[in-house]
T-cell receptor, first 119, second 112 residues
């Protein structure tokens, strides 16, 4: 099956610094990628939808200047948490959508997640 | 706006029991429904995907059913094992937006 990777898997940073998280589709092209955030014992909350070559669409309440998303190629999307603060500590998960007929349309594959801790 | 509810929120059972996890959604105009497993601190593992035209899907000890008209899906786990302990998430892909909406999950503990 299709594989989505995330890097890093875990990051600890100081308050005020910026952190970049990469999401890659390893064996398929993803025109659309999604970024989710998950707090402990909570469900996944969609932060933004990323389309290759265009600006990301952010969900209501998500600060686009704080969470910068770049989908520069069909296999890579990045999420940069700028000027991170302790309240940004969370589990961030990306997913990539494969839109080829061989696996059925609109099938999404999820990355393993990135645990961000801001001190 | 699609809303997804999962019941129960938590479940603790002895090994060997057959389990039923429930997922309900408010807008029946869905494209598909997917069940995931999430281990603590880990990402999502897809278990079963049911297209809107299907009634059920089976994989090993897992069986998922879909009743789109009533807005419900059930995940049935047969002969539960301690290794089944995890959080189970239901996600509904709605027509139109094609963005999945997740439930809050059912936290399952199967004790020996």
């Amino acid at each position: 099956g299709a594989v989505v990777s995330q890097h890093p898997s875990r990051v600890i940073c100081k308050s005020g610094t910026s952190v970049k998280i990469e999401c890659r589709s390893l064996d398929f092209q993803a025109t659309t990628m999604f970024w989710y955030r998950q707090f402990p014992k909570q469900s996944l909350m969609l932060m933004a939808t990323s389309n290759e070559g265009s600006k990301a669409t952010y969900e209501q309440g998500v600060e686009k200047d704080k969470f910068l998303i770049n989908h520069a190629s069909l296999t890579l999307s990045t999420l940069t948490v700028t000027s991170a603060h302790p309240e940004d500590s969370s589990f961030y998960i990306c997913s990539a959508r494969e839109e080829l007929a061989r696996v059925g349309p609109l099938t999404q594959y999820f990355g393993p997640g990135t645990r961000l801790t801001v001190l | 706006k699609q809303e997804v509810t999962q019941i129960p929120a938590a479940l603790s059972v002895p090994e060997g029991e057959n389990l039923v996890l429930n997922c309900s959604f408010t807008d029946s105009a869905i494209y598909n429904l997917q069940w995931f497993r999430q281990d603590p601190g880990k990402g999502l593992t897809s278990l079963l995907l049911i297209q809107s035209s299907q009634r059920e899907q089976t994989s090993g000890r897992l069986n998922a059913s879909l009743d789109k008209s009533s807005g419900r899906s059930t995940l049935y786990i047969a002969a539960s094992q301690p290794g089944d302990s995890a959080t189970y998430l239901c996600a509904v892909l709605s027509g139109g937006s094609y963005i999945p909406t997740f439930g809050r999950g059912t936290s399952l503990i199967v004790h020996p």
